[in-house]
Nanobody, 123 residues
Framework: VQLQASGGGLVQAGGSLRLSCAAS????????MGWFRQAPGKEREFVAA????????YYADSVKGRFTISRDRAKNTVYLQMNSLKAEDTAVYYC?????????????????WGQGTLVTVSS
């Protein structure tokens, strides 16, 4: 399974971006897909996740009300709509997929990772 993240870029504070993560491979079977981010000098942190079948969503407190995760099962793609961006949202954003999960906020539950896309928010 390969995950291809895209949509990062430079945006001013208060602006919006939409990230996409397309999954491909011989067989794609996932129970949850998530977004994580890592800022320079910091650990990777959970951003949002969505269950593949039921569409249940999970968000970090820092992004609730500003970010929205969604998925298109026909396209094997998950999206992260990011609004009201802040300078502290600057990071490399990674998408990930897990075949099974108990807590979607934990990075080690994910089996596949994309290459990351850089989001820079200027203040």
């Amino acid at each position: 399974v390969q995950l291809q993240a895209s949509g990062g870029g430079l945006v001013q504070a208060g602006g919006s971006l939409r990230l996409s993560c397309a999954a491909s491979g011989r067989t794609f079977s996932s129970s949850v897909m998530g977004w994580f981010r890592q800022a320079p000098g910091k650990e990777r942190e959970f951003v949002a996740a969505i269950s593949w079948s039921g569409g249940s969503t999970y968000y970090a407190d820092s992004v609730k009300g500003r970010f929205t995760i969604s998925r298109d099962r026909a396209k094997n793609t998950v999206y992260l709509q990011m609004n009201s961006l802040k300078a502290e949202d600057t990071a490399v954003y990674y998408c990930a997929a897990a075949r099974y999960y108990t807590d979607p906020q934990r990075p080690h539950e994910y089996d596949y990772w994309g290459q990351g896309t850089l989001v820079t928010v200027s203040s």
